[in-house]
């Protein structure tokens, strides 16, 4: 019976595993950007700009809290907004790239704290995160090579005074830069509430053939269904109507493999459940082979005394289906706490359970207790009475 | 000896072969055990390379990138392909800022497509350029090209190159602004050799590490970086599975030993009567406590090989069903298999004995 318990565990475990390691492949950047629909393109090769940073278009600062009222608002796991900017420091153009780093925003009546350190989470810090609407920096870890700077140093940006409180290493090109609060970079800039591009991380469902298909030419049933999925680009889609005049793209590159990782996980995980649920059945058909076998007495009593062979099968059974339904609770019990455990030591958070698996876990338990059994209450019923009861069998 | 000794393997054969059905339940309580033990540790030997594997369809997880200014030396790529582990892609690319036939600015990237297309298998390319003049066009440089029926003109330094467009590129991310042209023809054209390597190492975040330091080593004057956001999220979900891998295995190997423990106990406790006889007639423990353990073992044997065939077998079509690929069964995990086996059988069948020991074999004739 515990071979149920186990098994109904591992599906708790592997159905939420596939959400945790989203959770988790989500912390290692943005899955969707937004920017302005008439963006100039941007001319960069490497870390040299062609093209003057800030020109043209931008989104608004103030509408980013609007994000979290989207449809799947609540699959927003972070965002951050960014706005490039230019300024000479120690007589070189440093490129300036401004964003929240851990922002306290509201909506409606919801708080939530987002920005670069909820969404960058792989960057590596020498120092500490600076503080929001502060004159804090960090510093990209070339650039600090370069102007040999520590933190704790003050730094010119333009005329402005900073301080840095940090070196980073991104393995990207903000390494080159110098990484500031968003006000800080709007003010250097000169363009009060802009905002270059918006990162966005969510949980996205895996893109499935229905994802792919064109949104714009869906019947309008289609669309809804499409709408109300969370897929990234439908998800892209609602952030695109949330700001005027902007584009909201999926990059491509975080969703497509991530699904293939996903899946991967996921059904492993639940095969895995499967395997040891077949496992578990076995083990069950043993068990009751030797029950049977040391009842066998009792088997050809009932038989000698006019039992039919329904009568004793359905006497098994039942005693069976009681066993499988008080082990399939304490299997949905002590599965929620191995199922908590595995996550608290391995994901640090919880696992949630939802009820929805009581209903199967004890389906599950029943169905595998009376397909072990077959075979042992069919070999039971065969038994001669006689020869058992004599007691040479 | 020799009588004794022969009525031993007699007992023996007839505990295992004249019982009818029940050796078979120990058998198959047994070899359940020993299956799921092998499919498990079969299944985690192999997810890593499984996962590292889904990785690599990520892209690129290493960059050398010239310093600014200044070309890749031309014997870089070669040496690089020798230096990064076999199965790696190196993938080069030049760069440089070309002018559309309106003026706008737009930068123009030479690359080795037939590389480029296993290194990226993501990039929404509807399909790969395969004439020399073919270009992929970027969905945000598209706008600035103004392509009359595919064909287009590119200026670069006084220079006119005609492009026709392949296909265009959607990923999301800064790839977009670009176009990309073949190698060859964008060194013919502009005369600008590759400035950057996209290096994808196949492995553990370890490996690719080791990489890194040896091409570090081989290129003092060039930046090599790894990508770190693929590599972290990479080593993060793999330890975690590792983990979660881990439990699932002690939870299931422990609960299936549970469950079969309790059957083979039952089975031997079925037998105290023979047991009693035995002592009866004057059988010394050691050999009683010899017989079932040469039972035990006997079925521990059988049991595990047939669990170690049937759980890679299952390990394979778990691993066939979920990557596409099955999983080699690992000879180092049939030892273990073994050994849990015959602990296992023993442990059920000893146990019990002990505890019969201390009754008198009078007693259990009785029926008491």
Known sequence: MLGVAVATAMIAVGVDVGDKINRELRSYGANIVVYPEDAALDVRIGDQQIKPVSGGAHLKESDLPKIKGIFWGHNILAFAPVLETQTQVDGREVRIVGTYFAKQLHFGTENFVTGAQKLYSWWKMDGSWPKDDSREVLLGSRLAEQSRKHPGDEIKLGVSPARITGIVTTGGAEDNAIIAPLSL????????????????????????????????????????????????????????????????????????????????????????????????????????????????????????????????????????????????????????????????????????????????????????????????????????????????? | MSLRGSMFFHLLRRGLLGRGNRPLIAFIALAVAATMITAMLNLYFGLENKLNRDFRSYGANVTVAAPEGIVLPPATIDKAQQIVPSGSLVVPFAFAIAHASDGSAVVVAGTDFSKLQSLDKWWLVSRWPTATDGAIVGLKAEPLISATNGKFDLNFSGRTLHLIKATKLKTGAEEENRIYVSLPVFEGWTGVRPSLLEISVPGSREQVNAAIRQLHEAFPSMAVRPVRQLLEAQGAVITRMRSVMLASTLLITLTVALCVFSTLTSSVLERRRDFAVMKAIGSSQSTVNGLFAGEALVIALVASFTGYLVGSGLAAWISAANFHTAVAPTMAVLPIVIACSIALALLAALLPLAQLQRIEPAGILKGE
């Not at chain 1, 802009?194 to 049933?221: C, G």
């Not at chain 1, 050809?300 to 006019?306: A, Q, V």
């Open chain 1, 185 to 393: 970079a709007q003010q250097i800039a000169g363009e009060p509430n802009a905002i270059d591009e918006i990162y966005v991380s969510a949980l996205t469902k895996p893109e499935d053939a229905f994802a792919r298909r064109d949104p714009e030419r869906m019947n309008a049933a289609d669309h809804d269904r499409w709408y109300c999925s969370p897929y990234a680009n439908s998800i892209a889609f609602q952030l695109q109507e949330t700001f005027p005049g902007s584009r909201a793209e999926q990059i491509r590159q975080a969703a497509q493999n991530e699904g293939a990782v996903l899946s991967h996980i996921s059904g492993m995980m639940l095969l895995i459940a499967l395997a040891s649920l077949i496992a578990a059945a076995l083990a069950v058909s043993a068990a009751m082979a030797t029950t049977i076998l040391e009842r066998r007495r009792e088997v050809g009593l009932m038989k000698s005394l006019g039992a039919t062979a329904t009568t004793i099968a359905s006497l098994f059974l039942t005693e069976a289906s009681l066993l499988a339904i008080i082990a399939g609770l304490i299997g949905f019990g002590l599965g929620s706490v191995i199922a908590q455990r595995i996550g608290r030591t391995i994901f640090h958070s919880g696992v949630e359970i939802t009820p929805v698996l009581l209903p199967i876990v004890i389906f599950l338990a029943l169905l595998v207790t009376i397909g072990g059994s077959a075979a042992a209450i069919r070999r039971a019923l065969r038994l001669d009475p006689v020869v058992v009861l004599r007691g040479d069998a």
